[in-house]
């Protein structure tokens, strides 16, 4: 019975090791994205943005956790390619790479 109390004592004192060093990881990702001056967002599978920057959240008023639908929030932009014709929210970087496309050879205009 001792042995049991040991290893249940060992398991939780590894699990709370573990939950700070993941902690850690996240004040790290989140003061990493915060000091990005360009907007960031992430949109997840179910195409909602989960995380943004203030960057973001200044140039266009999208906070995290709203339950924003990404493609509702690109329809609501004004997106312009770079000769200056309009690019159809279907054709965004951030719902293309959802797809599973490349999309880091794109270069867009966004007026908020």
Not at 4 to 20: P, S
Not at 23 to 52: K, N
Not at 88 to 94: G, N, V
């Amino acid at each position: 019975m001792a042995s049991d109390v040991t290893a249940r004592k060992e398991a939780e004192e590894q699990r709370e090791r573990l939950l700070g060093e993941v902690q850690l990881e996240r004040d790290r990702l989140s003061a990493l994205v915060a000091a990005i001056g360009d907007e960031v967002w992430f949109i997840d599978p179910s195409r909602r943005i989960t995380l943004t920057n203030p960057a973001a959240q200044k140039a266009f008023g999208v906070q995290a956790g709203a339950g924003v639908d990404a493609e509702e929030f690109a329809g609501a932009l004004e997106i312009l390619h770079a000769d200056g014709s309009p690019r159809p929210p279907e054709e965004s970087p951030l719902l293309r790479a959802l797809s599973g496309e490349d999309s880091l050879a794109f270069f867009d205009a966004i007026a908020p």
